[in-house]
């Protein structure tokens, strides 16, 4: 597939999942590198949705540490249990939160985050990362974000 993405911003939120969950798969299909494929779903994501920031957390040597991502310049690794992502990977569930000023024991990568999501990627019962997205608005996310991120994640967990 070229790398090209069909980006729609007229359509509802969900109808902009629907369109760009398939170029991510074409995206993403028939290469086995996953660091190269996080680097292409967050960029995707990045352009379709225009979010401060969106990227990947990797789980290695009892940390989570900076994967992929786009946007501004962001934590490099966080402790299990620490910040929204570090609870998604202890606890192995998905974060919606509309005030990140609100969640106990935010880490504040970015000054100008207001709302995030982060989706664990779970492999056979086990955390292998997370999936954090940031917007600069307050209750930017929401069960629509959640329902298609998470077949994104399935995507790379495929």
């Known amino acids: ?12 939120k969900e109808e902009q999942y629907q369109s ?26 990045k352009e379709q949705f225009g979010w401060l920031w969106v990227g990947f957390y990797l789980v290695k040597d009892e940390e989570l ?11 490099t690794r966080i402790k299990s249990g620490k910040g929204v992502c570090g609870r998604s990977w202890q606890e192995a569930k998905t974060f919606i939160v509309e ?4 969640f106990p024991g935010h880490i504040a990568c970015s000054s100008a ?3 995030e999501i982060v989706l664990p990627i779970l492999i056979d019962g086990v955390v292998l990362g997370v999936l954090d997205a940031d917007s600069a608005e307050l209750a930017q996310f929401d069960e629509v974000d959640e329902k298609y991120l ?9």
Not at 1 to 11: Q, R
Not at 150 to 158: E, K
């Open 20 to 45: 760009l969950i398939p170029q991510i798969q074409a995206l993403i299909s028939g290469e086995d590198d996953l660091i190269a494929n996080l680097a292409n779903i967050s960029a995707a994501l």
């Open 113 to 115: 985050s207001r709302s």
């Open 99 to 102: 005030d990140v000023d609100k």
């Open 65 to 75: 540490v900076l994967g992929p991502f786009q946007g501004p310049v962001a934590c």
């Open 150 to 158: 998470s077949q994104v994640i399935s995507l790379i967990s495929a």
């Open 1 to 12: 597939m070229a790398e090209d993405l069909l980006i729609i911003k007229t359509e509802s």
